[in-house]
């Protein structure tokens, strides 16, 4: 019989052959039914259905998944056991120099392998100001410190201007300055939503354990991994909460070398903060 292309053709001739009587499909080759296993479920009368005869492997065998959907999961499910890993090992710090130490010996982010050091903040624990970035740049991986680079220098004269720095003594003008990321991405890419993930523990313990006055975002990572949200240029300049402290999202100074314009926004912000602390004061 020559083949079919129309549709319509098909569907008349498929209703023809149910109409005479055809219910089952002849395969090309014939089957030895003789040869088949006879292992088959049969309806009893104590459970009513064939299900509950089935063999325990063909029971406990689940659904094939597709590959790509497997791999979804295993990832995922990865995910989900290094960011329970890391949320002990954040709790069980006490201070800071634990800290440090169990996000040293951390092995479950990537990251931490094409590194050269770890970052874990720089400036005075008893600031009233504590500065989240997003990761180390290649200046901070080789010398181990947050913002020591381009960025880092701007980022200092930016809070010079109103009388704060990582150097004073004096906590009433001291900074603090950590990341969200505490290993250098491969060529500063953004950090992936599962790394910021498991690294999350222990910035929540870092600022637990600072208890700052104030908290300065700098720039999209860390907005999204303390408010879980993003679009740094239209939420910068905003007062919000973030594990109970009050939080102000800012532009950050590398996008001021590329939008030099912008920078009168980041001293708006600046003029903030001082006003801040002076009715905290």
Sequence with gaps: MDS???????LA???????????????????????????????????GSAKANLPATAKAAPPALPE???????????IAQAIDVARHAAAAASDLGSLAAAMAA???CELKRGARNLVFADGNPAARVMIIGEAPGRDEDQEGRPFVGKAGQLLDRMFAAIGLSRTSPDPQTALYITNVMPWRPPSNRTPEPGE??????????????IGPDVIVLMGNTPCQALLGQGGITRIRG????????????????????????????????????????????
């Design 4 to 10: 079919v292309t129309d549709p319509s053709t098909a």
């Design 13 to 47: 001739l498929l209703e023809w052959q149910v109409e005479l009587g055809a219910d089952e499909a002849i395969c090309d080759a014939p089957i030895d039914r003789y040869a088949l296993p006879m292992d088959v479920p049969r309806m009893t009368a104590q459970t």
């Design 68 to 78: 790509t959907l497997t791999k979804d999961a295993a990832t995922a499910l990865a």
């Design 106 to 108: 951390y092995e479950h």
């Design 196 to 209: 910021i993930a498991m690294m999350l523990p222990f910035l929540l313990r870092h600022i637990a354990l």
């Design 238 to 281: 905003q007062w919000t909460m973030a594990q109970g402290f009050p939080t102000l999202p800012m532009l950050h100074p590398a996008y001021l070398f590329r939008q030099p314009l912008a920078k009168r926004e980041s001293w708006a912000d600046l003029l903030a903060i001082q006003a801040h602390l002076k009715g905290q004061g």
